[in-house]
Nanobody, 127 residues
Framework: QVQVAESGGGSVQEGGSLRLSCAVS????????MGWFRQVAGNQREGVAA????????YYADSVKGRFNISQGAAKNIVYLQLNSLKPEDSGKYYC????????????????????WGQGTQVAVSS
C-alpha cells in the first residue's frame, strides 16, 4: 500500500521560512513525478511545485518562483519544499502528491492529476 506523508508545516511571520518534507512509502517506481499543492478553505487546490527525473526537471507556480524550491532527498522517495520569503497569501494546507497520471509530469502538475496524495500539512503566515 502506497502512503504519502507530509511534515514540516507551522506558523511563521511574513518574510519567514519553512521546510516541508514528503515521504512516499510502498512505491518502487523510478524517476517518479512528485508535486506539492496547496489549498485554502473554499478555494480550489493549486499546484505549487513539481519535480521529476531525480530533480532534473522542476516546475513552479508563477506566484512562488524565486521564493520556493523543490528538491529531492538522497533517498528518492523523499521530496522537500523550501518556502522562503513567505507571504500571508501562502497560507493554506499543503499537500504532497506522487505518481502523475499523465505521461508528462508538467501537464499532470498543471491539472493536479496524481495518483497518490497525502493528508496535508498546515502553513500559516501572519503579517
Amino acid at each position: 500500500q502506497v502512503q504519502v506523508a507530509e511534515s514540516g508545516g507551522g506558523s511563521v511571520q511574513e518574510g519567514g521560512s519553512l521546510r516541508l518534507s514528503c515521504a512516499v512509502s510502498g512505491y518502487t517506481g523510478k524517476n517518479t513525478c512528485m508535486g506539492w499543492f496547496r489549498q485554502v478553505a473554499g478555494n480550489q487546490r493549486e499546484g505549487v511545485a513539481a519535480i521529476v527525473g531525480g530533480g532534473s526537471n522542476t516546475y513552479y507556480a508563477d506566484s512562488v518562483k524565486g521564493r520556493f524550491n523543490i528538491s529531492q532527498g538522497a533517498a528518492k522517495n523523499i521530496v522537500y519544499l523550501q518556502l522562503n520569503s513567505l507571504k500571508p497569501e501562502d497560507s493554506g494546507k499543503y499537500y504532497c502528491a506522487a505518481v502523475a497520471r499523465g505521461i508528462l509530469c508538467r501537464s499532470s502538475f498543471l491539472r493536479s492529476d496524481f495518483v497518490y496524495w497525502g493528508q496535508g500539512t498546515q502553513v500559516a503566515v501572519s503579517s
